[in-house]
């Protein structure tokens, strides 16, 4: 199956991968509401679309991405084959019948490939286990029934297809070389008029003519195409090509040559790729002559042993824990060496793919400079999964010390894992901190925004899921609360070093106890002008020398993680 090329989807897909079971059923359930009502021929705004499957407004968007309905529904089949094939339980589990694509097509008397189509104008399928661990689409009862009342037309022209006879294909073949004979039609408009003639599909038609003009190449009814082929046929030869399908059956499905397919084709990918946004963080290390040889003489295997497995075999492990927090106890543990390893290539080989991507020429860009970009970036898709995954211990962690007053744990869990995704993007190795601290910080902000309004949520499960977690990771709980806690005495220590005793006071309680990112007590200018018998002014000054003093003391991080 192709990857998902939108790339707002495809990072949405990677989100929901890394969060707990039942919120990755509550997704596939709504991208399976969204795509039952899905009008191909609107333009919708990503906004709208991860709204209406996580249930949560996006941030970060700077400008509104539209995205097209024909587009959307080819893309949503893919998001939900992709997460439905995580979650496949066995047929034998579910209430109503399991019909597979075969069962379909003998049910309706049509071909198996009558039912793809019927998937693409919105006949629902999920992935489900069959006799024998077989991992196939299958279709339920009450998802059929509801998808022929919605299609009255096409089921019925579907019953009244009937076998070609020969005869009809001699007198198929025969019309269609009478009329390409003249200079008026294109072959488009011969099969458009032959099938309405015959009341046959355009593609049985058309089908019919190019299994006619292989098999008798000297008595080719139509002649080459000439010309720029239109942009249809472009995005559908992109789009098959995408699928897997081979050049050589595209060659023949539209009747053109190698090199115009290849060309259109990477027309398509280079501006896929110029439209992509890569961000990096830079390092001098990346200028230095043997940078490539250094940072990418080594395969990823060989820093992180391992980490290439699938993800399956997690599923498929004998134990009573739920599959996330499978993953999490069986994520790979990152030394400070082989992070620094994998952030320097991380972000070395999205530089390199914006180096290789500069000045590209849709018209005129090379197959192998599109793939050496598109190797590059899917590499940085790799590694950043990669650490995901052996920092998905820390999330839990942490959100479980934010499950006070009744705060749903499942959604601290996705909301940590938006924060530690994030946090990956924007993390600078060569400042020397370990990312399990920044991290850290990043996810602990963000809590302190999000937890006001989830204080009020409870989930009656969060008990039970919390006494798992405690029993499982107890140990690298304490881990992160010492690294957090040597954070907090670090950044004390600087505020006695730097500060003054009135600044010490201004700071402390302007921004609460140093290091702790909930429930602080501040008190306003006003407020500590009284305190200290000074005006409001004078405070708010004292306050500005302060901060520029620890600006030029403390790391970025650590500034944060003082004044968020």
Sequence with gaps: MRPIKNQSLAQLLMQVRFTPENKREAVLDSAEELFAMIDKAKDYPFDFVYFRITGIQPRGQEVEQLIKGEELLDEMRIFIARLSSRLARPVVEETEKVHTVEELAEMFGVATKTIRRW???????????????????????????????????????????????PAERRKIIKRAGKLAGGASLS???????????????????RYLLLDYENAHPEKAIFKKPAGVIDGAQAAEIYRLYGQGCAVKELMKRFNRSKSS??????????????????????????????????????????????????????????????????????????????EVRLFRRYNYVKYLACIKRAGIKPAEVSSARLGEIERCLAEGDEIKRMIIEANLRLVVGIARRHTFGGANLSDLVSEGNLSLMRAVEKFDYSRGFRFSTYASWSIAKDYARKIPAEAARRDRTAAASLAKIQQDLQAQDAADFAAMERARQGLAQVLRDEL?????????????????????????????????????????????????????????????????
């Design 119 to 165: 998937q693409k104008r919105g006949l629902m399928g999920r992935k489900y286990l069959f006799d024998g661990g077989t991992k196939r689409v299958g279709f339920l009862q009450s998802r059929v029934d509801e998808f022929v009342k919605g299609n009255p037309g096409l089921i019925e022209r579907a019953k009244s297809f009937r076998i070609m006879t």
């Design 187 to 205: 072959r488009y408009q011969v099969i458009e008029r032959i099938a309405s003639e015959t009341g046959r599909s355009h593609e049985t038609i």
């Design 261 to 338: 397919i290849y060309r259109i084709v990477n027309r398509r990918r280079a501006r896929v790729l110029l439209s992509r946004k890569i961000e990096f963080v830079a390092s001098d290390e990346f200028l230095e002559e043997r940078a490539a040889k250094q940072i990418l003489g080594t395969l990823l295997t060989d820093i992180v042993p391992g980490t290439h497995e699938n993800i399956e075999p997690f599923k498929a492990a004998s134990t009573s824990l739920p599959e996330y927090l499978q993953l999490v106890k069986n994520a790979p543990v990152l030394n400070r060496e082989r």
């Design 500 to 564: 003054d005793e009135r600044e010490q006071y201004v700071i402390l309680n302007r921004f609460g106890p140093v290091g702790l990112p909930i429930k602080r007590k501040t008190k306003s200018l006003q407020q500590i002008g009284k305190d200290l018998g000074l005006s409001r002014e004078r405070v708010r000054q004292l306050e500005l020398v302060a901060l520029q003093k620890l600006r030029q003391s403390l790391s970025p991080e650590e500034f944060e993680l003082l004044t968020s």
